[in-house]
């Protein structure tokens, strides 16, 4: 590996600003990267699922990495979502992300077709055996084929190239297992996790970071619940691993992802334009109002002002929010629903 | 709309023909449609899932298209999956393949993320809002987000472009609950399986054909059970469904899809070359294996001759053919995850 | 065995009557089985899930048995629950329904705990060695470990007391698949359906009979549904599949199941009582609205008057029935439910 | 409440050790509560499903509490599983083991039928209005129907019979959404996370304790997690969160639970007996060798000798343990198939 140092600390899944045309903004887009790097966010992670990479196009995602590495110039690691069509596609932005000089890529599982452990494993095999950067698996049972802990132990055995995985399954003991079986032969071997909620004991068990959406509109809070939990200040972490949750849970359950983290974005400031998946007028009604629930839970921790109408008294963070019954009903079947699809 | 008849009839979603590089084997495509179309398929269905339409480039896809239209020459009426990345290149596709003479295109549901019912509407009203040729949306649960039955409805009813829906979900209910709510206020709209191992029934109750990737490998009998049906040829026509679902357990079965439906059709004479999907040692061993047994359910049949070392005597497709109690599990297994995940 | 005959036709899963007091209703529940057997059920199976056999004790489970076996006094054969909290407990009560009568017992696979194929053998292979009596397998995998084909054929071969499999999965080819693996090694083994919705086509692709619901409710309708399509009366046979499912999405979709079917009943004036499932204010609301709704379709096929407001104009069975919009999202929902939890 | 102190610490959900006649084994049932105490754990969970409470009849669970509350005699604190067939069954439950002293009932979610979050209320409704001692919720979808946060947070507040909710979902951010909702309206409720893969950061995260399987087997292990986490020693409670991992894996996840829990007990010498669940012959092998494996972990947590052929070299806890890549994806895909139900 050029690199001997395991991959660790808040990678940053960014959004994608877009332009009144739909099309890339290229300047917010740098100026959001200088934004994330000032708050204090160890890497970005480009062309992930925050990052919409199937809803561009092969040229689109290129060119997303290229803007982003160029406005990075190496003042942070950048893990570059590379996944293409095939294993050919993959093999040569890969190639092509390495002239860039990426730290890593970050390969998703097949998806579409739900492959078996095998086909898992020869497909991300293909990959190592072939590309000229480090590749990080990424693990996501909730749209693409699971990776499974035989998988990994495999891969990290038999592929140098291999050297972390980040997991979104926000399953601790699946971790763990991970952890138990890959440590032993691969100490710099790095775990990431992609589900913030549970950022905070997914450190304490031994994870190296993660890859956060978080992270990418409140990244103070983010990098803060790091920082605590590594100095073991359990309190304040565990009152601040609370105040994410609720973030996170009105970021990703009431709306289509990532539609909540980008409304939540432009309240700090960041115009990242109208989304490509087409929204019905429900759903953008929906929206609204979800935009002026985050705006009070944004303004709570003093991100931003209040909305013109004011926030309910008594409605913090700490005492459940935004949230009535009957949201807490949606939300509790989203997760219900997530949980089923194997995340959670 | 341009054609005010139905879709009907079994429509091949067809595999493309590899060459030795992995590249797109004109020729034996062109071959293979000629020989679909003289065994009396009655249309073609390319970039379907059978296709493996997201494992090619958009570049790919469109020639697939331009190839097999240009091939069929109106001898049957094409249905051309046209899903793109967003609903920006897909209208793009919809109006190339339009141009190409394409009787309509089939869309996929989004997959990847899954959305709502109402960001599936909204996604489909885009489209067929926009599409220059008649639409099909597809619904394959088991990969990509359901369409449910309201959605299909109010498509139904808002947009007259939408004219038919292809239902991979195998459930006979569903498929009835559609055909219930639709027909009544478009009685053109055409209903096709993609459930081969349902198709008689299907038929039975109101379905106007299907898009069955067993018509690609044995289009004979594909057929032959579609027009006995319509007949009202029970007796003969349940016999062929039973026969036809043993083949399609063992081509879909057994293998990661569409590598049984692959390796049967070189048994058949055309030559597919190698899928795109990298297989592990072991599955090459395994997939030689069923090639065999796919070789002596298809001599059976009288397509092809019975491999060297002949086939086990009394296994036949009456009497439970190639399965062991080993297999059945592994099949019975196989068919329990495909349910959980909301086909079949 | 006992009998050689294959069980066939239509055994009803029958409701049971409840006085002021929760109590078994003797008198009713006796005038029930009366009114079922004028209304030409072929059988009778007591202690199913309509039967809500696990929310009686023991006790009340075994005099439920005792009052049907002795009102109905050898007019039709009687499928006799008999599952209790072990295998010995469930062989004590094989024994009483054989000193009963019964044609047969019927025992759902182990739920609560979800045992693996080999336990499920287990369990049956244990019960079948020690009944004196024939043995139907009931398999119910939205509410009860799976009963896999490959199981299913294992005991056809070792058990000569298992006759017969009730499967409400509502999967047609996994039906398809059970009847190839195990027709042709016991040919008087009888296949009966649990699922109303697809009895049309499992009858026509070899099932023996049905367990179904609805002719709890409506016996004039399935009884007749099971006549067209056994006399190959096709296209009356699919009007009237039709209306049935609109009867079944009715009572099973709308309230916990089997409190639809409760109202229903209620309304062709058996007196059912109040359910031993408590429901919420909410609930009790949703199901006066429900009863309205099925009184409307009762009143269409002629069971009933109409609700003293009337019936919404042009809402009728062969139209879509008594769903709005919203109803039928619920319905759709409710259906990927049970689709996830390997039903349908 | 008869006590306004949080239920905390570790309860034992007690194996039920049966005699050659497959009869409750009351002496060696009054040993093992003797054991249990002697080594610390906190409370006793008799009619639990590590108890399995479903395969005893209604008088059997009667008798287990009366053995287990009389045998403890006050000295730790009973939480006594009461759910029968139906409400007024499981009230009068409630009101006999009241008299008989237990701290608390816990009453499992309604089983078999799935139902709604308002049928979930409904029944835990009328139970703790009509219970004279407290109540703990069991929240365990893998098994039962799901009691959501919703429906946790409004028996809260309805409800102040409604003590505590034991959670064995193993969702961390679930335990942690249903935390913030209710600890602000009931200080005193109390959350038990049934999942020991994850105790020690459910502990951090601000649960009160656990009924944890693995404490009726090494209660000492489980007793100094719990121990070592509250007194912040974070470095020794990871690496014994580790090891307690690889024993919970391995009773929980190669056999029908809970036989292994049964086998390893077995080996710390408490007369289990045989489990009333028949077991095939392959599983009669299988359990053999899992009680092998088990020696081995135990052994080298110096609670037994090692078998008579010896453990193999460098199996050991802290790298792996028993497994080999084969028992590795047994254990994963297990693990993925409670994930999918719920779980995990």
Redesign the interface.
Same mark, same amino acid.
């Given at each position: 590996m050029a690199d001997s140092q395991r991959l660790s600390g808040i990678f940053t899944p960014n959004v994608v600003p877009l332009d009144a045309q739909?099309e890339i903004n290229e300047a917010e887009t740098r100026r959001y990267v200088d934004w994330l790097i000032e708050r204090g966010v160890h890497g970005l992670y480009p062309n992930g699922?925050t990052g919409e990479f199937?809803?561009?196009?092969?040229e689109e995602r290129r060119r997303i990495i290229e803007i982003i590495a160029d406005q990075t110039a190496g003042r942070v690691p950048i893990l570059a979502g590379a996944a /293409?069509?095939?294993?050919?596609?993959t093999i040569k932005a890969c190639e092509h992300y390495h002239e860039l000089g990426v730290r890593a890529v970050a390969i998703v599982s097949? @998806?579409?077709?739900?492959? !078996?452990?095998?086909?898992v494993?020869?497909?991300f095999?293909?990959i190592a055996d072939n590309s000229p950067v480090d590749v990080t698996l990424y693990n996501i049972?909730? @749209?693409?084929s699971?990776i +499974?802990?035989?998988t990994v #132990?495999?891969l990290a055995e038999e592929c140098p190239r291999v050297v972390a995985i980040k997991d979104s !399954?926000? +399953?601790?003991?699946?971790m763990?297992?991970m952890i138990?079986?890959v440590r032993?032969l691969r100490p710099n071997f790095s775990f990431l996790t992609g589900?913030d909620?549970?950022l905070?004991?997914m450190l304490?068990?031994?994870c190296d970071g993660g890859t956060n959406a978080t992270s990418g509109v409140v990244p103070e809070i983010t990098r803060k619940l790091y920082d605590l939990t590594l100095a073991?200040d359990?309190d304040k972490a565990?009152k601040l #691993?609370?105040r994410l949750?609720?973030l996170f849970?009105a970021m990703l359950l009431s709306s /289509? @992802?990532p539609e909540g983290f980008r409304s939540a974005l432009r309240l700090r400031g960041i115009q990242t334009g109208v989304g490509? #998946?087409?929204?019905?007028p429900?759903?953008q009604v929906q929206l609204h109002e979800l935009s002026n629930q985050l705006q009070c839970l944004l303004a709570e921790e003093g991100f931003t002002q209040e909305p013109i109408g004011g926030c309910p008294v008594g409605e913090s963070l700490?005492?459940?929010g935004v949230d009535s019954?009957a949201v +807490?009903?949606i939300? +509790?079947?989203v997760?219900?629903e997530l949980?089923?699809?194997?995340m !959670?």
């Open positions: 739909g699922s199937p809803r561009f196009t092969a /293409e069509a095939n294993t050919r596609e097949p @998806f579409y077709y739900k492959l !078996s452990p095998a086909g494993y020869a497909y095999k293909e049972p909730m @749209f693409a699971p +499974d802990v035989p #132990q495999r !399954s926000g +399953d601790l003991p699946h763990m297992r138990a079986k032993p589900w909620a549970a905070m004991p304490l068990l031994g073991h359990l565990c #691993q609370y949750l609720t849970d /289509e @992802f490509r #998946q087409p929204q019905s429900t759903q700490k005492g459940g019954a +807490d009903r939300v +509790d079947s997760v219900g949980r089923r699809r194997g !959670s």
